[in-house]
């Protein structure tokens, strides 16, 4: 079949995005759903740092790449063998296809399945090579798996999680990646305990998460750490109890709390973030690093911080989600206003578009903006 989708072919540094127009949208020849695929008509596609890193470069990726990674839409069509979904149901997709049978995911830890991880550098799906191709017959990979920016989508059974039809596509569309990501950090990865205080470094879209996430789990005082005044106050309104600067930040967090967070989340992707992260929590406290940074960045700390204070340093990928566990829960506290990420959403643009977003992104100007692909919002 046909659809229309995002195509970037060469990296991009040359700004503003509105005028040089690094992505195109190109109408793709897109195969059908092999055994376990899933075809999708996306309703609402989310925009994330990390498809900007893709587009600057930042993020290595085989191209030319058909992107976009955070969305929800409605199943079209099922291959063979699957069982997971139905046409007609309403799904998230996810970016990480876990096979739910390498030693990760019987772990319980399907953000790190090896599968996934090698379908995705791959830009192929979990259950073959892409589906994807151009109008001179040249393959197009996808982006994580997902390939949202686009009017419809091939993806494994094993990216999407059902959800319920009354949860609104631009709501939804921030679960799979953002909420996963950010209130994962705090929740799964940092275990936070109700009363425990937690800072949160750089409020894009994962770190106002992670700002909803310790909220949600009872965390006080919960901390927003950010340059830009407009998004400390996004932050305080989405629970935040304080919000600063980050000259402020460091002396203000001690005071607040007697001497060093119990734990920190840098959302930033910057080595020198995380150090700071590492420094305002106490003793024994936990520092989770969910930015993805430029590779060959490296990270200088005091080594006595691990040994001498007892702190940790914590990787945390897709939020150590389980999707079709996370998802639904999170979900039910959006649905009992504790995750107001309707907040969020900063704009509403046809995939057409998605230059003009991707300019707003690089400025910090943005949040989440959703690209409405098929006409589906209803302005």
């Known amino acids: 079949m046909k659809t229309r989708a995002a195509v970037l072919r060469t990296v991009s540094t040359d700004r503003p995005y509105a005028t040089t127009a690094p992505v195109a949208v190109e109408e793709l020849e897109l195969g059908a759903p092999r055994e376990g695929e899933v075809l999708v008509k996306i309703a609402a596609a989310s925009l994330c740092h990390s498809d900007l890193s893709v587009v ?15 969305a929800v839409g409605v199943v079209v069509e099922t291959g063979p063998g699957v069982r997971r979904v139905t046409p007609g149901d309403h799904v998230a997709l996810v970016f990480v296809p876990s096979c739910g049978s390498c030693a990760d995911c019987a772990q319980g830890r399907p953000a790190l399945c090896a599968a996934a991880a090698t379908a995705n550098g791959s830009g192929g799906l979990l259950h073959g090579p892409s589906l994807l191709t151009d109008a001179a017959g040249e393959r197009v990979h996808h982006q994580l798996g997902v390939s949202a920016f686009a009017e419809h989508a091939v993806v494994a059974q094993e990216s999407l999680v059902p959800i319920p039809r009354d949860v609104p ?98 959302a930033v992707g910057s080595p020198a973030v995380m150090a700071a992260c590492l420094d305002v929590v106490g003793r024994g406290g936990k520092a989770v690093s969910v930015g993805l940074p430029a590779p060959g960045r490296t990270l200088e700390v005091p080594a006595l911080a691990f040994a001498g204070e007892g702190k940790s340093l914590l990787g945390s990928y897709m939020g150590d989600a389980v999707p079709s566990r996370d998802i639904p829960r999170f979900l039910d506290l959006w649905r009992a206003g504790l995750m107001p990420v309707e907040l969020m959403h900063t704009g509403t643009l046809p995939l057409t578009g998605i230059n003009d977003a991707l300019e707003e992104l690089a400025s ?10 098929n006409g589906l919002l209803g302005g």
């Open 169 to 266: 596509f631009a709501v939804a569309s921030m679960f799979g990646c953002a909420v996963l990501t950010g209130a994962g950090a705090v929740i799964n990865t940092a275990a936070l305990r109700p009363g425990q205080s937690a800072v949160v470094y750089g409020l894009g879209g994962v770190g106002l998460s992670a700002v909803l996430g310790a909220r949600a789990a009872g965390a006080y005082p919960v901390v927003a750490v950010d340059p830009v005044a407009e998004k400390r106050e996004l932050a305080l309104r989405l629970g935040a109890s304080h919000a600063y600067a980050p000259d402020e930040a460091p002396a203000a967090i001690r005071e607040l709390t007697s001497g060093g967070a119990e734990i920190a989340v840098e």
């Open 364 to 373: 910090g100007r943005a949040i989440r903006q959703v690209l409405d692909t």
């Open 56 to 70: 600057n470069g930042d993020r290595v990726r085989p191209l030319p790449m058909a992107l976009g990674h955070e």
